[in-house]
């Protein structure tokens, strides 16, 4: 039986995003902070890795928003190491509003434990495993799958340029894993803009998108001042949701930084329930992604 470990957070207003809702990569922030606290309740805080030359890098990181979370609310985030496989170790986490049985979000990140000098997977001792889960190593579940395959990129992809700034890294150098779901949203933000459909149109129009599903998979580390490229087209529009998909790409060499994907849902924003979206706004944005096509990832 592993170890469970509940970390409490109050929602702060900055954490907020434009419809008042806790921002979908605070939840991201709030699952870190967690899953570091619960290391160093089991024993293991990141110094105790680190004068070992050891510690633990996110691969994947999988996230269903079940329920919006406001400013002022308090939520508690339980979270326990599900298996752990020679280098790479499952994490649960479930979110719960203070006083609620029913869960807010659900979510699971894939580490792996790296070697700090030669930045290769190692094994991951005993001693570490029995911290975890000391009644003994938990058995290997059959719950994890393989990243989705994306569908093709669309010649209308919309594609956004940043170097990767000095606020974006993490004590490791690298750019935080949050950080790559900001660009991710910012990109799904803007992708309507040039077929004249801006955010805040949308809003006077009484519609917002919202993200239920995110899935993201870390396959390189981004470093600071490095030209980077997102990418992003949707695909398997359905009356009110849409898959949309990301790609992080380097452009000095090309290398696949990482990619995602991910559900979202059209809402009327004075209801707060999911809507059919505009047709005006479905075939203006026609060009960006197949309208017809049931590819990647569905939830």
């Known amino acids: 039986m592993p170890r469970t470990y ?9 954490e907020c995003d434009i419809y008042g809702h806790l921002n979908n990569v605070n939840y991201v922030r709030y699952m870190q902070e967690a899953a570091l606290d619960a ?3 089991a024993g293991w805080p990141v110094a105790r890795y680190d004068r070992i030359g050891h510690g633990w890098f996110v691969r994947e990181t999988e996230i269903d928003y079940l329920k919006p979370l406001s400013h002022t609310e308090r939520v508690g985030i339980t979270t326990w190491v599900e298996d752990v496989r020679r280098v790479r170790s499952l994490r649960r986490y479930e979110f719960r509003r203070e006083g609620e049985d029913d869960l807010a979000a659900r979510a699971s990140s894939e580490w792996v434990y790296i070697n700090l000098e030669t930045h290769q997977p190692t094994h991951v001792p005993d001693e570490v495993i029995y911290a975890y889960a000391p009644e003994g190593p938990p058995e290997h579940t059959n719950s994890r799958g393989h990243f989705p395959t994306l569908p093709p990129q669309p010649a209308g992809a919309f594609t ?6 000095w606020r974006d890294l993490d004590t490791a150098g690298h750019m935080n894993n949050a950080c790559y779901l900001e660009y991710f949203e910012d990109a799904a933000a803007e992708f309507a803009r040039p ?3 801006p ?3 949308m809003i006077e129009a009484g519609f917002g998108m919202v993200l239920r599903h995110m899935h993201i998979q870390y396959l390189q580390p981004a470093l600071l001042d490095e030209e980077i490229e997102v990418a992003t087209w949707f695909s398997g529009l359905h009356s009110f949701r849409v898959n949309r998909h990301f790609t992080m790409t380097r452009i000095r060499d090309g290398a696949l930084l990482a990619r995602a994907t991910s559900l979202w849902v059209c809402i009327d924003l004075a209801t707060k329930r999911p ?11 026609a060009p960006n992604g197949a309208l017809t096509s049931d590819s990647g990832h569905r939830r």
């Open 275 to 285: 809507m059919r979206a505009p047709k005006a706004y479905v075939e203006a944005c």
């Open 160 to 165: 956004q340029r940043h170097h990767v700034a």
């Open 195 to 197: 077929y004249g459909w």
């Open 39 to 41: 290391s160093a309740d």
């Open 6 to 14: 509940t970390r409490h957070f109050r929602v702060r207003h900055y």
């Open 199 to 201: 955010i805040q149109r």
